[in-house]
């Protein structure tokens, strides 16, 4: 460096160089249609929604809204295809499933700007974790499908049949593989919808159905916004619903198949404790704590959203995230360097300002680093609640959003009273240097997913799921098979 260049100037007219990914390669349609009977078709009723890229709001293309004739012609596309794919052998099954799993794996790129653009992710993410691990879930699962006896020793394991599987707009994809490859491996036919806001990996990934030469209507992909999802719950004839979204919307459709034959798993929504203590690596985890609640926008279920420092070491930790927030690049998804994303719709957008409003109100305070948003889009600086309080709203309810509050703790006991005191128990973390401690705290933690000295992992033959609101039924791993099959 110049010495004549004083070193405070220098660095604050230090930038990043903008390294947007090209997407010179994408091809887009104008248009959607709905994914029925291995052929691509026009909604009976003609009418489309407009998918928006959250960064600018800006209309990517059109898709199509599937109505009840529509869930209608995909739910007896799927029964019609029952009987051949679940009579064919488990060896055959997985080989179209190990295709699905390769075709993701070429065209990777692709999907990953796709997922970004239409779901506001950072291209970083979307490249390296939701598109891998999709394809990752389409190979295990695949090894699964000729190997179902041994999955269930002495069992004899059979389909359900048709299954209605309804999925978020947080990680589309990878949500999508979450719920066809253990439903195809074990001998179901599907009727899938994803989120209205993100449909385009979806149908993308009926492209790829289709280049596999499945057969036809095994996989039928229907768009549309929640009352196509509600007219998939009540369809009569479908076996299995398999829900991942809100728990209010999985509250509803308890309700509605109470009393009917069908199955149901739900992964509802989370409030993750994330606990932090003084014998931790604490520069490894204040990263832990950004990756747990920044990751994905805060955009996921099973976020580390309340953060727990043990109070000796709380002004040190606050301190040491406080700076690491101040080096997190908000903007373009589609840029390589991007930490945090665009939020994924104006209507998540209000939502999450309302609750950093609600936090204000109940008397918290407030840190955001300074950061420049753009100006088109939706966006929302990183930021932290610190004075708040078990009773507080931002810490009992789900947010969705890159917002973390902020508690301190003495003891073990203190802190499992404060960790579990939510009606949520999807995941938790633990930062310590004593593998006793980890072992005392997973077993009293109500969670269904412990993370230890990490956060937000996820591999494709580990089980993942809730407990109290945050659902039932477990997708992943051997546990992931289970949900799609019934003993006689
Ligand atoms: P919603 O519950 O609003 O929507 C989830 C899906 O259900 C969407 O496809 C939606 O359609 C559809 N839907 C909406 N209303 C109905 C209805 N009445 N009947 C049937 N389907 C319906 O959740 P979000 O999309 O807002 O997703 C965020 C939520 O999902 C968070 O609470 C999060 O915690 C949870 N989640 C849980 C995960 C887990 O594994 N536990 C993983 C990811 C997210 P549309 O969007 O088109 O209206």
């Not at 799993?101 to 990777?108: D, F, K, M, N, V």
């Not at 999985?250 to 199955?263: E, L, M, V």
């Not at 099973?302 to 995230?321: H, P």
């Not at 407030?366 to 009773?391: D, E, R």
Request: net charge positive; glycine share 8%.
């Amino acid at each position: 460096m110049n010495k004549n260049i004083d070193k405070k100037a220098f660095q604050a007219s230090w930038t990043y160089d903008e390294a947007p990914e090209s997407i010179d390669h994408i091809q887009i349609k104008k248009q959607y249609e709905l994914f029925i009977d291995g052929k691509f078709i026009a909604p009976v009723k003609k009418h489309y929604f407009d998918t928006i890229d959250p960064s600018t709001n800006k209309k990517i293309a059109n898709v199509a809204e599937a109505t009840s004739e529509d869930v209608d012609k995909a739910v007896k596309a799927a029964r019609k295809a029952f009987k051949g794919w679940s009579g064919l052998t488990g060896k055959e099954r997985g080989k179209y499933i190990f295709r699905i799993a390769r075709l993701i794996q070429e065209r990777a790129r692709e999907f990953a700007v796709i997922e970004s653009l239409d779901g506001g992710k950072p291209i970083r993410e979307s490249r390296d974790i939701d598109i891998p691990l999709a394809a990752n879930h389409f190979f295990y699962y695949a090894g699964w499908a000729d190997k179902l006896t041994y999955a269930f020793p002495n069992r004899s394991p059979k389909p359900l049949g048709v299954v209605g599987q309804i999925i978020p707009w947080n990680f589309p994809l990878l949500m999508a593989a979450w719920k066809i490859a253990p439903a195809l491996a074990t001998g179901n036919t599907i009727v899938l919808k994803p989120a209205e806001t993100t449909s385009l990996t979806a149908l993308k990934l009926a492209e790829i159905i289709h280049e596999s030469g499945m057969p036809k209507g095994v996989v039928n992909i229907i768009t549309g916004a929640g009352e196509t999802g509600s007219q998939i719950v009540n369809h009569p004839d479908i076996n299995k619903i398999a829900f991942t979204g809100s728990t209010g919307v999985g509250k509803y459709i308890q309700k509605a198949i109470a009393g009917t034959q069908k199955k149901l798993t739900l992964e509802l929504g989370g409030k993750g404790a994330n606990i932090i203590f003084e014998d931790a690596a604490i520069d490894q985890a204040v990263e832990g704590i950004i990756n747990a609640i920044f990751f994905n926008q805060g955009h996921v279920c099973c976020a580390g959203s309340r953060l727990f420092v043990q109070e000796s070491i709380a002004d040190l930790v606050i301190q040491k995230l406080k700076n690491r927030m101040e080096t997190l690049k908000v903007g373009s998804p589609l840029d390589k360097n991007t930490d945090i994303g665009a939020i994924n719709s104006k209507k998540q957008l209000q939502t999450i300002e309302n609750y950093i409003k609600i936090g204000l109100n109940e008397g918290s305070e407030i840190y955001q680093p300074k950061c420049q948003l753009p100006k088109q889009g939706n966006w929302c600086a990183p930021t932290l609640f610190l004075n708040v309080s078990q009773s507080h709203r931002i810490v009992q309810e789900e947010i969705f959003g890159p917002v973390l509050t902020i508690q301190t703790f003495r003891t073990i006991e203190e802190v499992i009273e404060k960790a579990n005191n939510t009606p949520y128990g999807l995941s938790a973390g633990v930062w310590t240097d004593k593998g006793s401690k980890i072992f005392h705290l997973t077993q009293k933690l109500n969670a269904g997913v412990i993370w230890a000295n990490t956060f937000n992992k996820f591999d494709a033959t580990s089980p993942f799921g809730g407990y109290k609101e945050s659902g039932f039924g477990r997708e992943g791993g051997l546990h992931g098979l289970k949900p799609y099959v019934k003993f006689e």
